[in-house]
């Protein structure tokens, strides 16, 4: 997940030691828009083979919202 988590730190230009599970993707350090959205959708195809759904993502709320996407996009 590390290289996930250094990709969503660029993704929001926040130094990556504070990307975890629990970061909120509504908070004043992040700005969780239509052009993080699309750069979370390539960062996971990069990372993780998977395609994600904007309309999904624009869903979560945090971190850990991501993640249950792409387990679940794993699977099948």
Avoid: P
Avoid at 1 to 26: C, N, R, T, W
Avoid at 56 to 67: N, Q, S, V
């Amino acid at each position: 997940m590390s290289e996930f988590y250094e990709g969503m730190a660029e993704i929001f230009e926040v130094d990556a030691s504070k990307i975890s599970s629990e970061f909120e993707l509504h908070s004043g350090e992040a700005a969780w828009d239509s052009l993080a959205i699309v750069s979370t959708i390539a960062l996971a195809d990069d990372c993780f083979g998977v395609m994600l759904e904007g309309k999904a993502l624009g869903e979560c709320k945090t971190i850990a919202d991501i993640e249950n996407l792409i387990a679940a996009a794993k699977k099948g």
